[in-house]
């Protein structure tokens, strides 16, 4: 199981990024289910909760939302954080993009924060991006265009170090809506010039 889990973690991003989610999120839950009692073994907690992260976050990335909470259900995510944080912050981070908005997104917010600072901990960079992105998000349909400006910017010099170049794209296009909205046009434009620089170079 411990194996497993360690190859699950390992091919998150990479799956994701060459479009093979779909492959991940079928083998993830089969090894899941091989794994055996999590309650017999802190090994296998430790795994199992870790396997979880992997179906909950590939789960929402093709659609399945309700699924993507449902797996996370029975997980007591305050005891994980403590001994994982790096797991925990998958598992916020994926809940707060599950989660609906129709609130003005209070929960999800949350949930984001939460998976930002278990993120920061433990050194997980890759979940620190797709906080802030989130955030952004979140912030730009709440019209608090300069914390979006922040979150997008944060999210901008950690995905370069990390070259995440498809998530870079998506984030000028996300200033560049940012600055339409205040009636910057000519700033908007230079943002969707800056994210078709990113696609044409990836």
């Known amino acids: 199981c411990h194996g497993l889990a360690v190859m699950a973690w390992g091919m998150l991003h990479s799956m994701w990024r060459f479009g093979h989610i779909g492959v991940l999120a079928r083998w993830a839950e089969r090894a899941l289910n091989a794994c055996g009692d999590p309650e017999a073994d802190p090994d296998i907690a430790t795994a199992s909760a870790r396997l979880r992260a992997a179906v909950s976050w590939s789960r929402f990335l093709v659609g399945d939302a309700e699924g ?5 259900d029975d997980l007591d995510l305050d005891e994980i954080a403590a001994s994982d944080p790096a797991c925990a912050a998958l598992l916020q981070n994926t809940r ?16 984001a924060h939460r998976a930002l600072a278990l993120a920061e901990s433990a050194d997980f960079p890759t979940v620190r991006a797709y906080s802030h992105a989130f955030l952004a998000s979140l912030d730009l349909t709440n019209h608090d265009f300069a914390s979006a400006e922040r979150h997008c910017r944060r999210f901008l010099s950690i995905a370069t170090d990390l070259r995440l170049h498809s998530l870079l794209c998506q ?15 000519d700033e908007g434009r230079r943002h969707f010039a800056a994210a078709l620089d990113v696609l044409v170079a990836d």
């Open 68 to 72: 993507a909470l449902a797996v996370q």
């Open 96 to 111: 707060a993009m599950a989660l609906p908005t129709a609130d003005g997104g209070g929960q999800a917010r949350d949930a």
């Open 171 to 185: 984030q000028y296009g996300k200033l560049a809506l940012i600055a339409i909205a205040q009636g910057q046009i």
